[in-house]
C-alpha cells in the first residue's frame, strides 16, 4: 500500500481508504470482514457519517476498529434535513455538537480524527454553516480535542462544478475536503483539486464509482454504458457515435471499468480515493488498480476528450 499526505493535517493516508456508507445494517459481518480485510491491506482511512445506515455505520465500525487506533477515522454532521439536494439547512451548533458526541461514543473512541460538515450543496447554506454557529462549534470540538481535523464535504451531484469548495477553501477555515471525481465528472480537475493544493487541504476522494445504483454506474461496462446514456439523455454528452457506440469504452481495456475508474482517481494529486465496498472480493478486485502510474497520458487524454464537457453528476 503507498500513503499519500493529507494535506495540512500531515496524516499519512493510504491511496485506497474504505467508504462505510454501506453494509454495516443489512449484513454486519460481512462488514467486519471487509473492515479487517481492508486494514490486513494497509488501508488506514475509513469514512463514515452520523447517518450512514442509520447510524450502524458508525457503530459497527466501532467494533471492527476496537483495538485498531491507529486506524484514522472520518465522520461528518450533515445540516439538513436529508441527503435530498433540495433539503432544508437545519443545522445548529447544538446539534453539530450533540451529532459528534454521540459518534464518539458510538465509534467508541476519545477523539474524531476528521470531523466533516456533510454535502454542503449551496453558497447560501455554505454561509449560514460558517455564520449561524456550526463553524464555530466545530472549531470548539477542535480545541478541546475531541476531534482532531475538520472539513467539508460537497453533493455533487447538486454542485457538479464545486462552487462551494471554490468559497470555502481559500477561506483557510478547513483541513480536509470530500469531493467528487470520476472518469466521467471530471471538473474537479480544473477547480477544486487544483484549489485543494495551493491551500494545502487534504483531499478525500468520493464517488470514485459514481456511487453506482448496480444498473448505471463505473461498476461493470454494461453499467457504465447505461451511465453514458442517461448523460446523453440529460442533454450533457451528444446523442451521437462514439458516444452511442458500444465499444466507446474498449480503449479503457485491460482494465475493467471499476479498475479503470479507481486508477483515473488516483491518476490525480488527490490523498486518497474512498470507494464503498462490501466485500473482501471487491477489496481484491480494486487493490489491482494501485500500480504507478495507474493511468496512462493517452487513456487520460481520451477520457477528457469524451467527458470533459459533463457538468452535473447523474447517477
Ligand atoms: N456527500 C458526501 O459526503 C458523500 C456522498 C457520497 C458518498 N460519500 C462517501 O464516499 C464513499 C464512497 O462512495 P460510495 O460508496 O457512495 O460510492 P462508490 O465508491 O463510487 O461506489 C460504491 C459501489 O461500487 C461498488 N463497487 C466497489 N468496488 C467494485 C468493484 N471492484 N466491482 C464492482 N463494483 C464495485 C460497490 O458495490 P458493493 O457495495 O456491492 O461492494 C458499491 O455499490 C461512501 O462510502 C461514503 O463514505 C460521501
Aim: glycine share 8%.
Amino acid at each position: 500500500m503507498r500513503y499519500r499526505r493529507l494535506g495540512r493535517t500531515d496524516l499519512q493516508v493510504s491511496e485506497l481508504s474504505y467508504g462505510a456508507a454501506r453494509g454495516a445494517a443489512q449484513d454486519p459481518r460481512g462488514f467486519i470482514a471487509t473492515v479487517h480485510a481492508c486494514l490486513d491491506a494497509g488501508i488506514n482511512f475509513v469514512d463514515t457519517a452520523e447517518g450512514y445506515d442509520g447510524g450502524q455505520s458508525e457503530t459497527v465500525l466501532g467494533a471492527a476498529l476496537q483495538g485498531h487506533d491507529d486506524v484514522i477515522v472520518e465522520t461528518k454532521y450533515c445540516p439538513y434535513e436529508s441527503y435530498r439536494v433540495g433539503a432544508a439547512f437545519v443545522g445548529t451548533p447544538q446539534a453539530l455538537v450533540a451529532s459528534a458526541e454521540q459518534s464518539l461514543r458510538r465509534l467508541r473512541r476519545d477523539r474524531l480524527d476528521v470531523l466533516l460538515g456533510h454535502g454542503i450543496r449551496t453558497l447560501e447554506s455554505l454561509d449560514r454553516f460558517m455564520t449561524g454557529g456550526c463553524y464555530d462549534a466545530m472549531v470548539r470540538l477542535r480545541e478541546q480535542g475531541k476531534v482532531r481535523f475538520i472539513g467539508l464535504s460537497e453533493l455533487s451531484e447538486g454542485d457538479g462544478t464545486h462552487q462551494v469548495l471554490q468559497q470555502a477553501i481559500p477561506t483557510g477555515a478547513f483541513d480536509v475536503a470530500m469531493l467528487t471525481i470520476n472518469l466521467m465528472l471530471q471538473t474537479a480537475e480544473e477547480s477544486a483539486i487544483p484549489l485543494c493544493r495551493e491551500h494545502d487541504v487534504g483531499t478525500v476522494v468520493m464517488m470514485s464509482l459514481n456511487q453506482s445504483s448496480g444498473q448505471s454506474g463505473l461498476t461493470s461496462l454494461p453499467a457504465a454504458l447505461e451511465l453514458i446514456r442517461r448523460y446523453i439523455a440529460e442533454g450533457q454528452l451528444p446523442d451521437e457515435p462514439p458516444w452511442t457506440e458500444p465499444d466507446v469504452l474498449d480503449f479503457l481495456e485491460p482494465y475493467p471499468i471499476p479498475e479503470a475508474a479507481i486508477r483515473y482517481v488516483l491518476s490525480h494529486e488527490v490523498s486518497t480515493c474512498c470507494v464503498g465496498m462490501r466485500s473482501p472480493e471487491r477489496l481484491e478486485a480494486n487493490l489491482r488498480a494501485l500500480e504507478p502510474p495507474y493511468l496512462d497520458e493517452a487513456r487520460l487524454q481520451r477520457l477528457r476528450e469524451l467527458f470533459g464537457r459533463i457538468r452535473r453528476q447523474v447517477f
